[in-house]
């Protein structure tokens, strides 16, 4: 007989031995056994006879290699077939399957908690007759800068100091740079958000991170006075935080907006035994009348029209509204943090 036979002969025999030993596998570590034993790499008793195919000539390895391949198959098949029915009778588990147990159940993804955020805070806007608007993150210094009324050597393009890409663009520091190509393109009345990410050279710490999530909302028709964004913003916290909120409004400076203000909120909060207290004020955005020397930058006639505007972080309005400690359980991905949020 050639060696090609023998070689043929000695796969055809462990065959017959393998699934023996499958079938009469009584628990999943000896099933374990029985594939090691016969399909294992190292020690294989399948790949041990095939270390062999370098004895054979050239014309009668691939009779062998194919009778090879086939047992291997069918072993697997039958390795398969027999952990499954294994796992259905639950042979080989210590007092077998335990039926009350409850269900793995799937990990369900869900909406970022920023995402949450804006999403919430668009829809109650929309509710007070805004738009939602969008515009590229990657801009140049006339829409980040000049167009809103901050000259290049003024201290507050320092303050926003971003990151600069070839050819004269940069990262936005904000996403007031769409309100600007708002009023380029349409004529008032206009009433439009626009959140989207913004960039700036800020330490990474809990509660700042180079790259964040704004919202920014503007105004702009005949005769909008400070009494209408006053009366706009304390809808809106009354709308998510609840009617008991009140808000307050501190001076301050901004070069796209003058007057300008800074906005404090105060919240009724719930304690776990159902008593109610109030918080302390907490700063949750800037506000102010849209300076004229913006609208005009724009196209609009500022002896006609005014308007106001105001921006927030979806990411600190977050911390309030979900009690997160720190900004930068935004962009840990921990899956333990995430999941407190899964859901639609």
């Known amino acids: ?32 056994e029985v594939r090691i034993t016969f399909l294992g790499r190292k020690d294989g008793r399948i790949s041990s006879i095939l270390r062999r195919l370098g004895e054979l000539d050239p014309e009668e390895r691939p009779r062998v290699g194919a ?43 869900g909406r ?26 990657v801009e140049t210094e006339w829409y980040n800068f000049e167009a809103l009324n901050t000259p ?11 990151l600069y890409l070839k050819g004269g663009h940069l990262l936005r520091s904000h996403t007031s740079p769409v309100q600007v190509r708002v009023m380029e ?26 790259g964040f999530a704004q919202l920014e ?17 304390a809808e809106f916290a009354r709308r998510y935080w609840g009617p008991g909120t009140r808000i307050r409004f501190r001076p ?44 005009d930058a724009a196209g609009i006639d500022s002896e006609r029209y005014t308007g106001f505007a105001f921006g927030m972080g979806p990411g600190r309005i977050g911390l309030l509204k979900y009690g997160i400690p720190d900004l930068r359980l935004y962009l840990d991905n921990d899956i333990r943090f995430l999941q407190q949020f899964s859901g639609p």
């Open 185 to 210: 393109a349409h004529r008032p009345p206009i009433r439009v958000l626009a959140p989207g990410m913004v960039y700036r050279r800020d330490s990474y710490d809990a509660t700042h991170t180079p």
């Open 1 to 32: 007989m050639s060696q090609n036979g023998s070689l043929v002969e000695d796969l055809q025999r462990l065959e017959s031995q393998a699934l023996q030993a499958v079938a009469e596998a009584a628990t999943p570590d000896a099933l374990e």
């Open 152 to 162: 290049l050597d003024h201290p507050a393009a320092d303050e926003q100091d971003t």
């Open 252 to 295: 301050s400076f901004f070069p796209f907006t003058e007057p300008s203000a800074e906005v404090d909120v105060k919240r009724v909060v719930r304690r776990p035994d159902g008593t109610e207290e109030e918080s302390d004020w907490l700063e949750i955005m800037g506000a102010g009348m849209v300076d004229p020397a913006v609208l």
């Open 67 to 109: 009778e090879a391949n086939r047992i291997k198959s069918r072993l697997q098949d039958a390795l398969s077939e027999r952990e499954g029915t294994l796992e259905r009778d639950g042979e080989g588990d210590e007092g077998g399957l335990d039926l009350t147990l409850p269900a793995r159940r799937p990990w369900q993804g």
């Open 112 to 137: 970022h908690p920023v995402t949450r955020v804006i999403d919430e805070l668009v829809e109650i806007f929309r509710g007070l007759g805004f738009t939602r608007a969008r515009g590229p993150e």
């Open 217 to 233: 909302g503007l105004a702009v028709d005949e005769g909008i006075t400070f009494v209408d964004l006053k009366a706009t913003l």
